[in-house]
């Protein structure tokens, strides 16, 4: 079987989208079995090829902002996984210090911006993000990512017009699981194709597979080109599917069983295996590493974060206000 992507590329592929998979069914143990993580909690499971494709596409200085289904890409772009199980747990190991929880993963230090809580908040945030670096002069993208659901809110339309109108350098990812929350897609808008949407500003356009790391990496590749060469913003509808229930509470009464199942056998982690078996890129045994490296580092992070401690008392008000006092504001 001839592959366009190298052994590296696919190996690569395999072992990321396999650290998310069994990152989010260990939180999700410790959630529902021990009780140790509370709140919200959004599963990535089953996107996984989304944030594997993005990553190779991208460099990284360029910069991810997403809504609260967040895990995955905060892993991917390289928030290490001890301080997101940390942030779980509600410690102040955390990456947003324990205060954020699972819809507000951030790190600044790796391009990952949020973790955003109101539906569409992100995306003219997103903006403001590319605006900022078309103001530096610098040639960094911006990729931002929202839910079928959050395209029906104005927050995308006000922010297509202005990003087209200045030509930034942001793509506009719809991750479109088919559900917002339990309502489908096709009960939402007449426009049920998503990408349709740009028609209105003029923008560039595509629907991608969202289940095939590949088509993701060559879409969104196309769209990042388009974006470093001055050539303005990109809507790519990336059709996908979520395993899990919108929320960890979810009973999914919404979808049959058959359907969920029908997209299982869609799995991109295992589509990507069989890539590797078929071409001799790793043998059994060596896939067998990679799963044992990963299963560690999930450990290590539920370790990490059961040992360390919660946020003081003091940093209540910390992050929230500012503490100094501006020279141009008087008494």
Request: proline content about 2%; hydrophobic content about 35%; overall charge negative.
């Amino acid at each position: 079987m001839s592959t366009r992507f190298s052994k590296e590329t696919y190996l690569y592929w395999y072992e990321l989208m396999q650290l998310i998979r069994q990152f989010e069914l260990m939180a999700e143990e410790k959630y529902k079995m021990d009780g140790k993580i509370r709140g919200f909690f959004h599963a990535y499971i089953g996107q996984e090829a989304i944030a594997a494709g993005c990553i190779t596409a991208t460099r990284p200085e360029d910069l991810f902002i997403t809504a609260y289904r967040d895990h995955g890409l905060a892993i991917a772009k390289g928030v290490s996984v001890n301080s997101c199980m940390a942030e779980l747990y509600g410690k102040i190991t955390g990456n947003a210090k324990g205060k954020g929880g699972s819809m507000h993963f951030f790190g600044k230090e790796v391009g990952f911006f949020g973790g955003h809580g109101i539906v569409g908040a992100q995306i003219g945030t997103g903006a403001g993000l590319a605006f900022a670096e078309q103001y530096r002069g610098t040639e960094n993208v911006v990729l931002c990512f929202f839910g079928d659901g959050a395209a029906r809110q104005g927050m995308l339309h006000e922010t297509f017009n202005l990003a087209m109108l200045w030509k930034l350098p942001v793509i506009f990812i719809c991750e479109n699981n088919n559900y917002a929350m339990g309502t489908s897609v096709e009960r939402t808008s007449n426009v049920i194709d998503i990408y349709k949407l740009a028609d209105a500003y003029e923008m560039p356009a595509d629907t991608i597979d969202g289940m095939s790391a590949e088509a993701v990496h060559d879409g969104v590749g196309r769209a990042v080109k388009r974006a470093r060469e001055k050539g303005g913003p990109t809507l790519l509808e990336i059709k996908t599917y979520r395993y899990k229930g919108h929320s960890i509470s979810d009973p999914q009464k919404y979808r049959t069983k058959d359907e969920v199942e029908e997209y299982k056998s869609k799995d991109p982690i295992q589509q990507v295996l069989h890539i590797i078996l078929e071409n001799n890129f790793a043998t059994q045994e060596e896939i067998n590493a990679i799963n044992q490296r990963v299963d560690g580092f999930v450990d290590e992070s539920v370790k990490f974060a059961e040992s360390s401690a919660w946020p003081d008392d003091s940093e209540v008000l910390k992050d929230v206000y500012m503490d100094q006092n501006y020279p141009f504001i008087t008494d």
